[in-house]
């Protein structure tokens, strides 16, 4: 069940865009000014709204810490804010002073990516505050842009329709006609996913477009091979222009919003329509899920962004019966074996792995000494690797079969959460674990493994009371 839990009706014209963090809230509007609301209650903090571009503020999106919030505008500036305090860091002119349709941050939080109507996109040192690289499509205003979860490849999607990719150097990849009469948005899955291909890592792309289509692809890259992009499927629902298109967090939902006044939820994996949400007036502008919680923020050109809630049925709901099957690993056959090693980053074991017919239940069961003396594996750094991603693997079963929301526990201890905060990654932790993991190694992310750009600890009040109102529904 998909509950509205609010209605923010602030702004004086059409609602561009929403992005949560994992504490706040983000909107902004024609109106020209930024809104910030905390997620707790939904209340606007006291420095909002923010107030700095002369003319249409069209996207704004957080760094993955949410610590520092970007907005883009017709003024053709895009201007980072620090999302404590309010107060500008910087502010960056788009280079010809064209004005700034879409912008969004890197994984790692190093840069920021920004994309103009005269088809130039400008990726930013978001620390230096300096151009890093630029590029330019041939065709149309660029509208859209993401980055992968990897960090290695940037998407954007042009107003002629065009879908390019580009390496993190600002080399173009590869472009494709995706929507004939233009692109409106674009959003990768943050779950990378297994498509019988052992050397690629993939990734789910979704976009959007005029034509009143929802198109799924499946995108891979390595330096060695090259990329991949291969044409999934259409999801022909809306009877007009789609205009924004967003995936949840865990990959198992993806959300739609059209001219047609309506937003669709979908299951990642039937791609069945799960939900159907007709509260809007108006064309639906924009669309976010939150990275920890159960929300869904629309917003629409009836200057409203509309809170939906969902319950952990619905979420439920948006695994296929083939995911809730494995669930227990015991039944794994040697081929998902091979496709969990691939998803791991594990995929020169495959090999071996099948050339000892390790199952499911033999999966479980390794250990360092079975991987070096029966599997002859030498590397003991790639023997800990398996050992720990085993572990892991066992700890997730245990919060499956207990009902445990993935999202309450903590990656490094994979226990329930007390005391949860977000560290500069973006990521969630258990407190002590974080900090006893930053004090004893090195400051890189448990979780990418990328340097942490802040030592910082934010709490994530949100989180916590979610995980408190679960233990008080589960413990009565």
């Known amino acids: 069940m998909v509950k509205l ?78 999302t404590q305090n309010g107060q500008t860091l910087a502010v960056l002119e788009q280079p010809g002073g064209s004005p700034v349709r879409v912008c969004c941050f890197s994984p790692d939080s190093s840069r920021l990516a920004s994309g103009a109507a005269d088809g130039t996109v400008v990726l930013w040192n978001a620390q230096s505050y300096k151009v890093y690289r630029c590029g330019s499509v041939k065709d149309g205003s660029l509208v859209a842009c993401v980055f992968s979860p990897n960090g290695k490849l940037l998407v954007t999607g042009s107003s002629c329709g065009d879908l390019t990719v ?53 995108v891979s890259f390595t330096h060695l091979l090259g990329l991949k992009l291969k044409y999934k499927s259409t999801l022909s629902v809306h009877c007009a222009p789609v205009l924004a298109c967003a995936f949840s967090h865990d990959g198992q939902m993806l959300v739609s919003g059209s001219v047609d006044k309506s937003v669709m939820i979908y299951d990642t994996n039937t791609q069945n329509v799960l939900h159907t949400l007709t509260q809007h007036t108006r064309y639906v502008t924009t669309c976010a899920f939150a990275p920890s919680t159960l929300l869904l923020a629309t917003g629409s050109m009836d200057k409203t962004v509309n809170i939906w809630q969902f319950d952990l049925e619905t979420v439920s709901q948006a695994r296929s019966m083939e995911d809730q099957l494995k669930q227990f690993t015991e039944d794994w056959s040697e081929e998902d074996v091979s496709i969990w090693l691939c998803e791991q980053g594990l995929q020169d074991l495959v090999g071996i792995f099948k050339m000892n017919n390790i199952d499911g239940k033999e ?114």
């Not at 674009?186 to 690629?200: E, T, V, Y």
């Open 166 to 218: 580009w390496d993190d150097k600002m080399r173009c990849l590869h472009s494709e006609k995706a929507h004939d009469l233009g692109i409106t948005c674009c959003d990768f899955s943050s779950q990378p996913i297994s498509d019988g291909d052992q050397d690629f890592q993939c990734f789910r792309l979704a976009s959007c477009g005029q034509d009143c289509q929802v198109k799924i692809w499946i």
């Open 363 to 476: 999966l479980l069961n390794l250990t360092k000494e079975s991987l070096a003396d029966d599997l002859k594996i030498e590397s003991l750094g790639l023997r800990s690797k398996v050992v720990r991603k085993i572990e892991e693997l066992k700890t997730k079963m245990n919060s499956l079969s207990s009902g445990i929301p993935d999202e309450f526990i903590c990656p490094i201890t994979r226990e329930l959460m007390k005391d949860p905060v977000i560290a500069s990654d973006g990521y969630s932790y258990e407190k002590e674990a974080i900090e006893n993991w930053i004090s004893k190694k090195k400051r890189t992310s448990p979780m990418t493994n990328l340097v942490l750009t802040s030592v910082v600890l934010t709490p994530n009040r949100t989180l916590k009371m979610a995980i408190n109102r679960w233990l008080e529904t589960n413990q009565k």
């Open 5 to 82: 839990v609010c209605t923010l009706a602030d702004h004086g014209d059409d609602v561009n865009c929403c992005a949560f963090s994992f504490s706040l809230l983000a909107t902004c509007s024609l109106d020209k000014t930024i809104r910030l609301y905390s997620l707790s209650d939904f209340t606007e903090l006291p420095h909002s709204p923010l107030k700095f571009h002369t003319y249409a503020v069209h996207c704004c999106c957080f760094s993955p810490s949410g610590h520092v919030l970007a907005s883009c505008s017709t003024d053709g500036t895009t201007v980072l804010w620090n």
